[in-house]
């Protein structure tokens, strides 16, 4: 028994808790999402609102979902930063990727929900 356990643990060091590898992706997503916002902040209102025309090209050409989440993600930040003078933290856009995936993000009071679903709106 103790042998087992130490080849769950040794195995544990390597991948990690499942969980743990979940939330590290959802964390990439957001950092990947970081690096399209010095390029939007620099579109006029119109060229913003013109991404979800060209998410839709991007689609119907035969890039996933999954492709696009980062950069879309990006722009609803961008959108909610000069819309409503509220920018999504990295959090919320793992959270955002978690309601899109179909999955409960349990969030508290002031954490931001109604601003976490946009994200996830905007990509159905």
């Known amino acids: 028994m103790d042998f087992l356990k130490k080849i769950y643990a040794f195995l544990l060091r390597i991948f990690g808790q ?3 590898r ?4 959802y964390m990439e997503t957001a950092h990947k999402s970081a690096e399209f916002e010095p390029d939007l902040q620099q579109l006029t209102d119109e060229q ?3 991404k979800t025309q060209q998410f839709k090209d991007r689609l119907a050409n035969g890039e996933s979902d999954r492709d696009i ?3 879309a993600f990006a722009v609803v930040r ?3 930063t000069r819309n409503v003078q509220m920018r999504h933290f990295d959090v919320q856009l793992v959270g955002g990727n978690v309601l ?11 954490e931001g929900k109604t601003l ?3 994200l996830a709106v905007y990509m159905k």
């Open 116 to 118: 976490v679903a946009t």
């Open 69 to 71: 989440l980062p950069e």
């Open 48 to 50: 913003l609102k013109d």
């Open 100 to 110: 899109y995936g179909g999955k409960i993000a349990e969030m508290a009071t002031g």
């Open 78 to 80: 961008e959108a909610a």
């Open 22 to 25: 979940v939330v590290k992706g």
């Open 18 to 20: 499942r969980i743990e």
